[in-house]
Each structure stands twice: as C-alpha cells, then as structure tokens.
C-alpha cells in the first residue's frame, strides 16, 4: 500500500507539472497571438520571462519565504535540544543533509520544509507545534518535512511559485499594453482577416484572463498531491504512523495561524488559515486531514 500510494502521487505531480509548463507556453503563444500576430514570438517571451523567474527564486528562496513567515534561525543545538535532534535524526534516515532550522513564534501548530535541494534546505516549525506535540508526533512531523526535501518537494514548489510568478507578468503585461493601445495593430490586420483570425484572437484573449485561475489550481493540485506523498514517506522514516495520525488531528483542532504568510501557505503540513471550502477540493491547498487520515489508518 505504501510504495503504490508513493509510485500514483509521482505520477500525479509528474501530470501537474507537465500541465504548469504547458500553460505557460499557452499564454505566450496567446500573448504573441494578440499583440503581434506571432505565437512563436509570445513563447519565446514567455520562456524568458519563465527563466528570469526561475533563477530569482532559486537563487534566494529560503531566506524570502522565512523573511515573510517570519522565521527565527536556531543555529546551535542547545536553542532547541529536541527539536534539533529529531530533524538531526530524520535527516540521517532519510539520508539528506542536515536543514537549516527555524521556528516561528505562532501558537498554532504548524511546521513546514522550503528550499532548493536538499543540500540547501529548511524546515521551519511554530512555537505552538513544540508546545502542543509530544516526541512521537514531533517526530511524525519532521518525518513528513524531511520526506518533502528527500523526495525535492521544495524545489518543485519552488518552480511552481516562479511559474505562477511568471504568468502573472504575463497577464498583467497583456492587460497593460491592451489598455495602452498595443493592440492595434493586430486589430487593423483582422479588418482584412478571415474570420477564423478573429475566433483565434477570441479564444487567445480568453486564455490571457482564465490564466491565472488556472496557474492557482495547477498550484492546489500540486499541493495536495505531495502531502499525500509526504504523509506515506513519513511512514517510510519513521514506522509509526500513529505519531503523525495524533500529530494532524492536533493540528487540525487549533486556531489560524498570525504569522502565516498567505503566498506561501501551501507549503505548510497543515492550512495554516482553516479556510472553509465552497466549491470543494479545487480551490484547496492542502487535502482534507479526514482524508489523509484514512489513508495513514490504512497502513
């Protein structure tokens, strides 16, 4: 049961991904339909702009997403015995370096892992989730963290927040130039068009609004998928999925976090804003607790 629910969630963020990149390069190409009447241009702008993002996050990452989390660094065991030990122990099981360590001052119980690579990695937990957990779910905690920077969850939310990035210049850059008259000239050679010029403009200009909806669910999804995947992997490190059952139940019952930062709330083990879902699971970023819970029951 485990290794099948680590092989299908691979599978699925393998689809997500694929689908993010493709998206991109749909927005150039409707980019480029719009305002030169050339889709090969607009993806060729698209992936600049994609690898400038690309390499802005990469390059700096950790230290953006603490800075608007607001991360206390712990640089000497004697800071925090316990839990520096038990990211210390889980990342010689999971055989990754040892991450840079942080904890936010928040009293609700929270945890999550961000990075670029293993070898330049962090976890970061709240106040409160050393306060409320006992060692057992502590340990299922930093189990699942660890399992996101094993199996380079962070880089792949990292890529996915610059393409998210991305698509928004995009689409923001349309709707400016579109205002400013950019437009123009394309509009003058669809006078002289066929009418399927004109469907195509349409259907680009349709693209250009729904784009960062869809940049926002690709996110959620990808989201969803790897907590799942972590959930398993903790398992994997730890043999006792009963500390991580007891540790998302303690989660779940508690207050919103403060220190939270909303652009980056996807990457914590739990939803650090206990927002009601309305349309169900599309607009989640993090899988139901019930759920992942039957799923850890099971193993």
Do not use: C
Not at 65 to 93: C, F, K, R
Not at 173 to 192: E, H, K, M, P, V
């Amino acid at each position: 049961m485990l290794y099948e629910q680590i092989a299908m969630n691979k599978r699925r963020t393998g689809y997500v991904m694929a689908g993010f990149g493709l998206l991109v390069l749909a927005v150039g190409a409707a980019l480029g339909d719009v305002f030169w009447a050339s889709w090969s241009a607009g993806v060729v702008g698209a992936a600049i702009v994609t690898a400038v993002y690309m390499v802005l996050m990469i390059s700096n990452s950790t230290n953006v997403i603490m800075s608007m989390n607001h991360g206390q660094e712990i640089t000497q065991e004697d800071q925090a015995p316990q839990l520096w030990h038990l990211i210390e122990d889980m990342a010689m099981v999971g055989q990754v370096p040892m991450p840079r360590v942080f904890i936010i001052n928040d009293a609700s119980p929270n945890a999550f892992a961000t990075g670029n690579d293993p070898a330049h990695s962090a976890v970061a937990v709240t106040t409160g989730l050393l306060e409320r957990l006992n060692r057992e779910e502590l340990e299922g905690v930093i189990g699942h963290e660890v399992s996101h920077i094993r199996n380079y969850d962070i880089r792949l939310q990292t890529i996915a927040l610059a393409l998210a990035a991305a698509i928004g210049f995009l689409v923001n850059f349309a709707s400016n130039w579109f205002w400013w008259g950019g437009a123009r000239r394309r509009d003058d050679d669809d006078d002289q068009g066929s009418a399927g010029n004109v469907i195509g403009l349409v259907i680009s200009v349709v693209l250009l609004i729904l784009a960062p909806l869809a940049a926002s669910i690709a996110q959620m999804a990808l989201s969803r998928n790897r907590e799942y995947l972590a959930d398993a992997a903790s398992v994997e490190l730890t043999r006792n999925p009963q500390g991580l059952i007891s540790a998302l139940e303690k989660i779940d019952d508690s207050q919103p976090m403060q220190a939270a930062d909303p652009n980056s709330s996807a990457l914590y083990i739990g939803d650090p804003f206990k927002k009601k879902r309305k349309l169900g699971d599309l607009f989640a970023t993090h899988p139901p607790i019930a759920d992942r819970i039957a799923r850890l029951e099971k193993m």
